[in-house]
């Protein structure tokens, strides 16, 4: 079946390093959501990011579906980046997002 | 704009007890979906619906019901709660097609003892 392949698994940041997360699909794509959470918290949309580049203040998403993958760039970071991130596909014929496992990121001061 | 709301937010339950949860969404999407989260396994679908009054199986169905009676509620029902079972509940919705986007409730957070 479709996979979803994220990592790293979890990082560890010093506040204003740069990070790096991405995502691997095994089938071709039709939609991409990057999404973020807090422990226990709800899931908060980042991105919707069919394909190309976005950007939202320190992050920037880019979608490249010739290659299968998406990453998710973060600048700067802070010690409120800390939580989970998640990126979820969308494929041909399908009606739900496939998810990946997450990348849970700790950032400290 | 819209929201996404569930109910409860937490659910307490007893071992064999059936348990319902609900979603309401006042986005006027087509399409609503039920995913469980694990901790450490991301998100799963449960069960998804196109309209109203449809129902699809995910990957997760088994234990688990669902209904939708109106365009605007989708119900999920875990049949038999199992016993050290802890997960969270995730709604959603979209509009018509699976290339859209999907915007999430805040999840029903359930513990079984």
């Known amino acids: 079946g479709q996979q979803v392949q994220q990592s790293p698994a979890s990082l560890v940041l010093q506040e204003g390093e740069n990070a790096e997360l991405q995502c691997n699909f095994s089938?071709?794509?039709?939609?991409m959501q990057w999404f973020y959470q807090r422990p226990g918290g709800s899931l908060v949309s980042l991105f919707y990011?069919?394909?190309g580049t976005k950007q939202s203040g320190r992050l920037t998403s880019t979608t490249v579906i010739k290659e299968r993958r998406s990453s998710l760039h973060i600048s700067s970071s802070q010690t409120t980046d800390s939580g989970t991130y998640l990126c979820?596909?969308?494929?041909?014929?399908?009606?739900?997002?496939?998810f990946g496992t997450g990348t849970t990121v700790s950032v400290s001061p | 704009g819209g929201i996404i709301t569930q109910t409860p937010k937490f659910l307490i339950g007893q071992e064999g007890q059936k348990l319902t949860l609900k979603c309401q969404q006042n986005?006027?999407?087509?399409?609503m979906y039920w995913y469980r989260q694990d901790s450490g396994k991301g998100l799963r679908l449960i069960y998804y619906?196109?309209?109203?009054?449809?129902?699809q199986k995910g990957d997760l169905s088994e234990g688990y019901d669902a209904s939708r009676e109106k365009k605007s509620s989708f119900s999920l029902t875990v049949t038999s709660a199992q016993k050290n079972e802890m997960a969270v509940f995730l709604c959603?919705?979209?509009?018509?097609?699976?290339?859209?986007?999907?915007?999430f409730g805040p999840g029903t957070r359930l513990t079984v003892l």
């Open positions: 986005f006027n999407h087509d399409t």
């Open positions: 959603a919705s979209s509009t018509w097609g699976g290339a859209n986007e999907q915007y």
């Open positions: 990011n069919p394909s």
């Open positions: 979820a596909m969308g494929y041909q014929g399908g009606r739900a997002l496939i």
């Open positions: 089938t071709s794509l039709n939609s």
């Open positions: 619906s196109i309209t109203e009054n449809d129902l």
